[in-house]
């Protein structure tokens, strides 16, 4: 649920928490890799010092009520980091 209102000539716009923050893609591919994260038996720590990020980085990112998200370098790093492909990360279908 989003709002809009004008206030002194500028359009603000509001979410609120039962709008999802990030795309079905996007959560998509947060979901794939807490599942490989997952099935390696790594904690949210380990992934994230092979992947060289902060460890909050990754929680914020497993954390719905966050923004944080991977992007197309971490994505590459990721698939060398579980030994796939990039497009493994991707759904085969457009969301």
Known sequence: MCIYFHADDSLWKYFFMDEPLLSSIEQHVVNVVRAKRIEKGWSQKELAYQLDVSIGFIGDIENPKYRAKFNLNHINE??????CSPK???????L
């Open 88 to 94: 493994d990360f991707l759904p085969d279908d457009a």
């Open 78 to 83: 990721l698939a060398k980091i579980f030994e």
